[in-house]
């Protein structure tokens, strides 16, 4: 029989595998058929990491800020072999394996067996909202890596285990996805609890001595990381950008993936459930935090109210905390299941049969995976590739749809997709002020030549530009609506 982490894995790996979720996984956004198209365009023309871009008409040629390149890399190699349903195998694995590992630390760090599979699904509910096939599922699996890395220090490991364990996992991180910031602050967050330790330990020689020598390591492996976070494409660059995004409030305000979450919708049920965890144990509980576990607490909490993109990594940070806890107050009954639980998992031996049901799931079992046509302008594309030469210069098209165009119309530039971060502020006003019909809205439609719109059908524009002479209709369905300029 398997273990409970196998089971966990195997039983993750499977939902997110199975209808509804392979499909929603892709289609939630136009996100995964960008980085897929962005990685398989390195892998054409073997441009590693693409320097300018290549992709729209209003910033052609404009240099790139090269983030996710070798998550993008993965994705594409994976769309290669099985189309959509790859990069959802890629997710699906990475989303797995980072709850399994979650549940075998506090396995280790509890020795309560009934406690860590409890927590374990609690994380995986409040984290499941963002369970999709884009290259934040690596900052998922370096997050918990990291976590490990740092408590295993924290409970008296040794700073050179750290300092290789975090290089590694920098090196990895700051290629794979922005979320690398992430690690930086949790580590941030544990040299400020050591030096609260310090501070408190005057009185206290044995103590003072302890925490010295721990803050002296912790800044040691923050210069390490420091140095080693600049092996990256864009060098420094990928720093500045990324600080220079997070200050527009403007963007992080136009983007939903950084507002708070909506709590009457049902997608926060999980997240609502966490917050319940968190309440509960810190008030009947009432467990003793070090420094740094109380502000990891609170910052994390923080963050995740702050922008619901942060949800599942308070989910990921805080669960050895809460695990830990609630493993010390835990009663008896708890226990005794524990130990039943912990005699069947020492005798487990079932990694081949795991193994086996999960080749079976990925590779034999058949999977179709398509972007809905009732949501994607699947049918649009489809009248545009029959009908090219109407469809001659730069097109003005939803923002939410930019990245699918990129991997369902590559012959054609789009006017902006879900690169906010490289189009930047000026242009995204533009393209908001023509959406929303502002004064100004044909503006950016003169100034960067459209010739023809994709929106969907029920947008402004689209009754906007049938009141203008040289606009004409060509194409509607129930999902989208194209019109053209007369040349």
Not at 257 to 280: I, K, M, P, Q
Not at 336 to 342: A, E, K, M, P
Request: hydrophobic share 50%.
């Amino acid at each position: 029989m398997p273990t409970l982490t196998q089971w966990l894995w195997l039983v993750i790996l499977l939902i997110l595998l199975a209808q509804p979720w392979r499909t929603l996984m892709v289609s939630s956004d136009g996100d995964a058929c960008m980085h897929w198209r962005v990685g398989e365009y390195m892998l054409e023309t073997v441009q590693i990491p693409i320097r300018t871009d290549v992709f729209s008409h209003t910033r052609y040629g404009q240099p790139i800020i090269s983030k996710e390149w070798l998550s993008e890399l993965i994705f594409a190699m994976a769309g290669r072999v099985a189309g959509l349903y790859g990069l959802c195998v890629v997710a699906a694995l990475l989303i797995a394996t980072t709850f399994a590992l979650l549940h075998r630390q506090f396995i280790r760090e509890t020795n309560n067996h009934a406690v860590a599979i409890f927590v374990a699904l609690m994380a995986a509910w409040a984290a499941c909202t963002h369970w999709l096939a884009r290259p934040h599922a690596f900052s998922f699996l370096m997050a918990a890596l990291w976590i490990d890395a740092v408590r295993r220090f924290d409970r008296g490991g040794t700073a050179r285990r750290l300092a290789v364990s975090l290089g590694v996992l920098t090196l990895l991180w700051v290629n794979l996805h922005g979320g690398y910031l992430a690690g930086v602050i949790t580590l941030g967050v544990y040299w400020c609890g050591t030096a609260m330790e310090l501070a408190l330990a005057r009185t206290d020689p044995a103590r003072w001595d302890a925490a010295r020598r721990k803050l002296t390591a912790l800044t040691g492996v923050a210069m390490l990381c420091a140095a080693v976070s600049l092996l990256n494409p864009s060098g420094y660059h990928l720093h500045v950008h990324n600080l220079h995004f997070l200050r527009s409030e403007y963007l992080t305000n136009w983007l939903a993936e950084y507002a708070s979450s909506n709590f009457h919708d049902v997608d926060s049920r999980g997240f609502l459930a966490w917050l319940a965890l968190t309440f509960l144990t810190l008030a009947l509980v009432r467990p003793r935090l070090s420094p740094s576990s109380g502000l990891l607490v609170i910052v994390w909490t923080y963050f995740a109210l702050y922008a619901g993109r942060n949800v599942p990594l308070v989910a990921i940070f805080t669960a050895p905390i809460f695990a830990t806890a609630l493993a010390e107050a835990a009663p008896p009954w708890v226990r005794r299941l524990s130990d039943r639980i912990r005699e069947t998992h020492e005798t487990s031996r079932g990694s081949l049969l795991i193994g086996v049901a999960a080749v079976v799931a990925i590779a034999v079992v058949h999977h179709p995976t398509e972007m809905p046509a009732k949501k994607w302008p699947v049918d649009a594309v489809n009248y545009i590739k029959l009908h090219p030469e109407q469809f001659q210069g730069n097109m003005f098209n939803q923002y939410i749809w930019g990245g699918y165009l990129l991997h369902a119309l590559p012959e054609h530039r789009v006017f902006v997709d879900g690169r906010t971060d490289f189009y930047g502020e000026p242009l995204i006003r533009q393209y908001d002020d023509t959406s929303l019909l502002h004064t100004n809205w044909p503006q950016a439609l003169q100034q960067y030549n459209v010739s023809w719109t994709l929106l969907p059908t029920d947008h402004r524009l689209n009754l906007a530009l049938a009141l203008l002479p040289d606009w004409h209709f060509v194409y509607s369905n129930e999902v989208a609506t194209i019109f053209r300029k007369q040349p």
